[in-house]
């Protein structure tokens, strides 16, 4: 049974650095069939994706967040990671990381649902 | 970038009763590549359907989906007392980004 876990501070100072972990248990991040993905949810709103990585290392992010954002995978600890810079307020929400699909038909290639996710970490932006 | 639009924002109904969810895109969803998921609070979204009509791993059958194009609905034909959350759908079949609809929380009468 694969398990995501996030992990990182839980507090942030406006204007610095969130980073956060995901590990991986229960199958490999090298796998070639699957995407990784950062996911947050501000309290009482809906979800929004921040971005994701294969194992090759190859990135795709928001364009609403893609100037701040930086994924980042190491296969070698079966994890991969998210910075954020230039935080306020406004990034104050919970985190989640969760794993996609890469299925591919007929010389094109998608990457699917999320189909497992961490339990999600809060991370608060204090001024 | 695809925009979906959930409605409605809360449905209230009761144990027993069926709910009817929409899930509408600005634009049309390749390949039928929308699915949807329950949230209960303070725990991580679950996958419920993908490919706008497979259920996923152990989702019961009372749980179904439909849709093509711009348009997908989430039907829960009995609704049971641990139903009661809130329910985003999600396209995946366009370039990045993927979206996630507002939500719809389904809430007893």
């Known amino acids: 049974q694969v398990q995501l876990q996030e992990s990182g501070p839980g507090l942030v100072k406006s204007s610095q650095t969130l980073s956060l972990t995901c590990t991986v248990s229960?199958?490999?991040?090298?796998?070639?069939?699957?995407?990784w993905s950062w996911i947050r949810q501000p309290a009482g709103k809906g979800l929004e994706w921040i971005g994701r990585?294969?194992?090759?290392?190859?990135?795709n992010y928001n364009p609403s967040l893609k100037s701040r954002v930086t994924i980042s995978v190491d296969t070698s600890k079966n994890q991969f990671s998210l910075k954020l810079n230039s935080v306020t307020a406004a990034d104050t929400a919970v985190y989640y990381c969760?794993?996609?699909?890469?299925?591919?038909?007929?010389?094109?290639?998608?990457?699917?649902?999320?189909?497992?996710w961490g339990q999600g970490t809060l991370v608060t932006v204090s001024s | 970038e695809i925009v979906l639009t959930q409605s409605p924002g809360t449905l209230s109904l009761s144990p027993g009763e069926r709910a009817t969810l929409s899930c509408r895109a600005s634009?049309?969803?390749?390949?039928?590549?929308l699915a949807w998921y329950q949230q209960k609070t303070a725990q991580a979204p679950r996958l419920l359907i993908y490919g706008a009509s497979s259920r996923a791993t152990g989702i019961p059958d009372r749980f179904s989906g439909s849709g093509s194009g711009t348009d997908f609905t989430l039907t829960i034909s009995r609704l049971e007392p641990e139903d009661f959350a809130v329910y985003y759908c999600?396209?995946?079949?366009?370039?990045?980004?993927?979206?996630f609809g507002g939500g719809t929380t389904v809430e007893i009468k």
């Open positions: 634009q049309s969803v390749s390949s039928s590549y």
């Open positions: 229960g199958g490999s991040i090298s796998s070639v069939s699957y995407y």
């Open positions: 999600q396209q995946y079949g366009s370039s990045p980004p993927v979206t």
């Open positions: 969760a794993r996609s699909q890469k299925y591919c038909s007929g010389g094109t290639c998608y990457v699917t649902h999320f189909d497992y």
């Open positions: 990585i294969y194992t090759s290392g190859s990135t």
